[in-house]
T-cell receptor
Framework: NAGVTQTPKFRVLKTGQSMTLLCAQD?????MYWYRQDPGMGLRLIHY???????AKGEVPDGYNVSRLKKQNFLLGLESAAPSQTSVYFC???????????FGSGTQLSVL | DAKTTQPTSMDCAEGRAANLPCNHS???????VYWYRQIHSQGPQYIIH???NNETNEMASLIITEDRKSSTLILPHATLRDTAVYYC?????????FGTGTSLTVIP
């Protein structure tokens, strides 16, 4: 099993450009999450999904959209990137109940 | 929502036990406490979690007070590779909210 895979690992955008980050998990997990982490800070929850076809807002959802069309994939979109969205983005997934989160290795995004 | 409070930083001598405290005074009866750690900018790594009983695994022990308002993560024999940021998290409605964590430095 690959676990949780994030694509791409690095990306540089210009202000106003759009992009999509892909998170894929092969563990048949119901729950998936997107976090961002700014330098020296903890992870902040952007959006999450409790199952295929569902999404919900976390702590810092503004400027992002998400989709969960397939159970194994959770996409994070930036429609018009801003320098404030420069961050490291982490995806995570888990099965139901009180089980642990599994994290991807992160995507470093820079918006110039 | 239950929130957690942790010291910003701690040091521990190599080979000694590292005891990392966490306060979660607003935790509800069915909310679990989780501990993760993050080394450099890698994805957070799961350590342990529990509800009210003490838990132990190959990495660490988790001691939760009887009133569940605080807990302590114990790394029994800290090594240099345990230098990391440690996060104490309470899961609320399947949402995990990370604070700023405790930066643990293991000193040779």
């Amino acid at each position: 099993n690959a676990g949780v895979t994030q694509t791409p690992k690095f990306r540089v955008l210009k202000t106003g450009q759009s992009m999509t980050l892909l998170c894929a998990q092969d563990m048949n997990h119901e729950y998936m999450y997107w976090y961002r982490q700014d330098p020296g800070m903890g992870l902040r929850l952007i959006h999450y999904s409790v199952g295929e076809g569902t999404t919900a807002k976390g702590e810092v959802p503004d400027g992002y959209n998400v989709s969960r069309l397939k159970k194994q994939n959770f996409l994070l979109g930036l429609e018009s990137a801003a320098p404030s969205q420069t961050s490291v983005y982490f995806c995570a997934s888990k099965t139901g109940g009180n089980e642990k989160l599994f994290f991807g290795s992160g995507t470093q995004l820079s918006v110039l | 929502d239950a929130k957690t409070t942790q010291p910003t930083s701690m040091d521990c001598a190599e080979g000694r036990a590292a005891n990392l405290p966490c306060n979660h005074s607003t935790i509800s009866g069915n909310e679990y406490v989780y501990w993760y750690r993050q080394i450099h900018s890698q994805g957070p790594q799961y350590i342990i979690h529990g509800l009210k009983n003490n838990e132990t695994n190959e990495m660490a022990s988790l001691i939760i007070t009887e009133d569940r308002k605080s807990s302590t993560l114990i790394l029994p024999h800290a090594t240099l590779r345990d230098t990391a940021v440690y996060y104490c998290i309470v899961m609320v409605s399947n949402q995990f909210y990370f604070g700023t964590g405790t930066s643990l430095t293991v000193i040779p």
